[in-house]
């Protein structure tokens, strides 16, 4: 007889609950078709350039250094990071700024060339949906006398739709 009476008392305390509504979750995310924006920049005057163009983005080869336009999937920022430069995020000093809603991040490093150490400089700009990899690259010996003109090419980058 206890047991029915402790029976009865746990289902007085447990009540009616009322009927749940579940949200379902995919894991799979399907993203709509989503187009890149093309990436623009000015170039000096004076800077003979010879545009090379291919799949993964474009090439300027000037007068005593190169400037590379990378378009990638965005996401995952230190995986584009490690694409561009080939160091991990960990390795580098980053710069993380915004500007007029875009997410940028520069750095620069050090790599060894066939014809001595380059200096690179990278600019990142992340929409959300894409990453705009923009990096300059110069023998070390030229790179401090090209400072001032990497930083106007950095400055008139911008995303067109």
């Known amino acids: 007889m206890k047991k029915w009476i402790v029976v009865m008392i746990l289902l007085l305390l447990t009540g009616c609950t009322p009927k749940a509504n579940f949200e379902t979750v995919g894991d799979v995310y399907a993203p709509e078709n989503l187009t890149p924006c093309d990436v623009t920049l000015t170039l000096p005057a004076e800077a003979s350039v010879q545009t090379i163009t291919g799949e993964g983005g474009r090439l300027y080869l ?44 520069r750095c620069v490093w050090t790599s060894a060339g066939e014809g001595g150490d380059q200096i690179a400089q990278t600019l990142i700009l992340n929409d959300g949906n894409f990453h705009y990899a923009v990096t300059a690259m110069a023998p070390s010996e030229k790179a401090a006398a090209l400072s001032n003109t990497w930083q106007e090419i950095f400055r008139s980058v911008k995303l067109v739709n």
């Open 62 to 105: 000037c007068d005593g250094y190169s400037v590379t336009v990378q378009t990638l999937i965005g996401g995952d920022l230190e995986k584009t990071i490690e694409e561009v430069t080939g160091f991990s995020p960990q390795r580098l000093t980053l710069l993380e700024t915004e500007k007029e809603g875009l997410r940028l991040c």
